[in-house]
């Protein structure tokens, strides 16, 4: 399937491996993910559109690199951290998490939701997880 992404615009700070100088126009400044990037090349790179306007992609789980962290994750923001995937099994997730809003603590990685192995019928909220490399 393609995958259009229900991304509810996740708010987002400068990240661990932030390269962006500037553009979110300070350290603490606040922005929202419009876009998550599904094709193959682009993989793990979002779209932010910061609070002062400005729009940029950024890396977010693509190469390695995480230029973003979730400022406000909601109510499931602690469960996100060290997730595993419902789907496939494996632990400790890393880049997007898929949290199915219908059933209770179901959470997908991104290769398990593009490859429906869930009730498509069930939307989907996503976010953005960083998993220490150490
Ligand atoms: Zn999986
Ligand atoms: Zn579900």
């Known amino acids: 399937m393609t995958a259009t992404y229900p991304c509810p615009g996740i708010r987002v700070v ?23 990037e599904d094709s193959d090349w682009a993989k793990g790179k979002v ?43 494996e632990v400790n997730i890393s880049g997007m998490i898929w949290t199915c809003s219908t059933c209770t603590n179901f959470i997908l990685c991104t290769l398990c939701y593009n490859t429906e192995r869930h009730d498509t019928d069930h939307a989907f909220l996503c976010s953005l997880t960083i998993n220490s490399p150490l």
Do not use: M, N
């Open 47 to 89: 779209s932010v559109i910061w609070d002062s306007g400005r729009e940029f992609q950024y890396r977010a789980g693509y190469d390695g690199k995480f230029e973003l962290l979730v400022f406000d994750s909601g109510p499931t923001g602690d469960q996100v951290k060290g997730a595993q995937c419902d789907g496939c099994g």
């Open 14 to 36: 400068r990240g661990p491996d932030w390269a962006g100088r500037d553009q979110d126009g300070g350290e603490g400044h606040v922005g929202t993910v419009v876009k998550i």
